[in-house]
């Protein structure tokens, strides 16, 4: 038996989907454990590109069981158009989704409130409803997946949410009311459609572990976005770091064998808040072009920086790491110099931490170290020691600095411009 999770250590779009779409070979079972459709992963497969956004990236190898954990907020009409599109590219979907049956439901009324709240505090949400669904699951107001199974017990539910909402939107942002029946029908029908997916997935999960299956614990967003442990109140309202898969699944601590974080070669950040070694000048929109660098989600520009090792030792720490995976080193390719943040100075303070007040954080200076970069060519490369000598250098400059294995070196977007050092499971 194995099992492994796989997070972000940034800011998310690390390329966890492309790393979990690649290690699915050698699992069976594939669990999202937080988040919602504010995930955007892109998994490209020969000529055709897939972005999922609830559906775990394991969906594009047959056979294998795919888990909405209870962890995760679940948007019924984008997974709804989630799975149509999957089925018109011939993806397989029944006998290989499960969704739990204690998830919440994102509902029509968070996505109107997060609407009317981003316009007087901009967090730069992807306003997809996730922050005001977690906000009604911890006041134990929310919506779960079994609730669609129970006409009236899901009748009450939206009718005593609707008497706040509506209260709110009315009064305090001036907004349209929402129906009560529009959205009960609304709801009916996707319990039509959706009720053939809601199982006991703790169950399921934990059997499949007793009985040696392996089995991949797929995180969203990325480390520095936590709840907890990112640069709040700029962050998502899910715990991202690895302790989630277990809040998540129902799957005990001990029970986790791995870890494996995901690190772009540099660091992207996708809406508001604090960014110390963001490149502002045109590098960042080189860079930005050169990588793709647009949300697969909302398609707003992402903005770039160098990498960051006072971010990446405090996503080890917190994470506990058994190995990391570096993605988009292509991306670097034909760059004169890279830099690496190896500490903040603030004041005439120097932080080798990475500061809990945002405000502190807001105002730091990186401290950079300057590395040579490399003319030639890393994109689609697949053995190590076919890598230009100076990208070698930077990567053990990496491993180096954080003392942790790097396990995988992704070298393009395709399945197989992968280098395996070491498996991580
Ligand atoms: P995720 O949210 O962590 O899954 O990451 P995203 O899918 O949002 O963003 C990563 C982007 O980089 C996607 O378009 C991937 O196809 C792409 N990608 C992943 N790994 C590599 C790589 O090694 N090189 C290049 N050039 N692109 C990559
Ligand atoms: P993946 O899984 C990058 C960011 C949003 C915003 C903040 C809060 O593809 O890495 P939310 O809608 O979650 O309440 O927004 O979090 N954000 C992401 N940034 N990648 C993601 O997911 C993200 N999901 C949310 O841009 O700053
Ligand atoms: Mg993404």
Sequence with gaps: MSTLVIVGAQWGDEGKGKIVDFLTEKCDYVVRFQGGCNAGHTVVVGDEKYVLHLIPSGILHKGKKCIIGNGVVLDPSGLLKEIDTLLSKGVEIDNSLYIAKH?????????????????KKKIGTTKKGIGPCYTDKIARNGVRAVDLLY??????????????????????????ELEEEKIFEQYMDYSEKLKKYIFDTDILINKAIDSGKNVLFEGAQGTLLDIDHGTYPYVTSSNTIAGGACTGTGV???????????????????????????????????????????GATTGRPRRCGWLDFVGLRHALRVNGFTGIAITKLDILDGMDKIKVCVGYKYGNTILEEFPK?????????????????????????????????????YLQFIEDSLNVKIQIISTGQKRDEIIIKETPL
């Design 151 to 176: 006409p009236e017990i899901l009748r009450n539910k939206i009718k005593v949410n609707l008497e706040i909402i509506n209260f709110l939107l009315k009064n305090l942002y001036d907004a349209k």
């Design 103 to 119: 998830c919440h439901l994102i509902m029509p009324y968070h996505i109107a409130i997060e609407e009317q709240a981003e316009k």
């Design 357 to 393: 007040e945002i405000e502190i954080l807001q105002n730091c200076i990186p401290i950079y170290e300057e590395l040579p970069g490399w003319s030639e060519k890393t994109a689609g490369i697949r053995d190590y020691e076919k890598l230009p000598r100076n990208a070698q250098k």
């Design 252 to 294: 005990s601590p001990i029970k986790i064998d791995k870890i494996l974080g995901i690190v772009k070669a540099y660091t992207t950040r996708v809406g508001e808040g604090p960014f110390p070694t963001e490149i502002k000048d045109s590098l960042g929109e080189e860079i930005r072009k050169k990588g793709g660098e647009y």
